[in-house]
């Protein structure tokens, strides 16, 4: 059973910072990709990053690298994504995924098996 529950979302200023905790609850971690997605109103959902737990490779959309950062510590169980230079278009809803094994591609939101509930972003 997978498990995982999204936080640290709110409203931001452009230009603003947030980050967003995803706490995973599985057995065996290291076996897993954590990804973020998001979705905006009307839009389709979009990968944004993702992390190989075991050696944690990380992996990012164009249309964010160099402004998201993907994390994880093991410790806790969590994943965390850093969001600095907020824009009005990151306006969204955003998505932790998992999926066992190697990461899918993050242009294939329904090649993930797991979601959680999503934590809301909003730039104004």
């Known amino acids: 059973h997978v498990q995982l529950v999204e936080s640290g979302g709110g409203s931001v200023q452009a230009g603003g910072s947030l980050r967003l905790s995803c706490a995973v609850s599985v057995s065996s971690a290291n076996d897993y990709c954590l990804g973020w997605f998001r979705q905006a109103p009307g839009k389709e959902r979009e990968g944004v990053a993702a992390i190989m737990i075991l050696g944690a490779t990380t992996y990012y959309a164009d249309s964010v690298k160099g402004r998201f950062t993907i994390s994880q510590d093991n410790a806790k169980n969590m994943v965390y994504l850093q969001v600095n230079s907020l824009k009005a278009e990151d306006t969204a809803m955003y998505y932790c995924?998992?999926?066992?094994?190697?990461?899918?591609?993050?242009?294939?939101?329904?090649?993930?098996?797991?979601w959680g509930q999503g934590t809301q972003v909003t730039v104004s």
């Open positions: 995924a998992a999926d066992r094994g190697v990461c899918p591609q993050l242009s294939r939101p329904t090649d993930w098996i797991y």
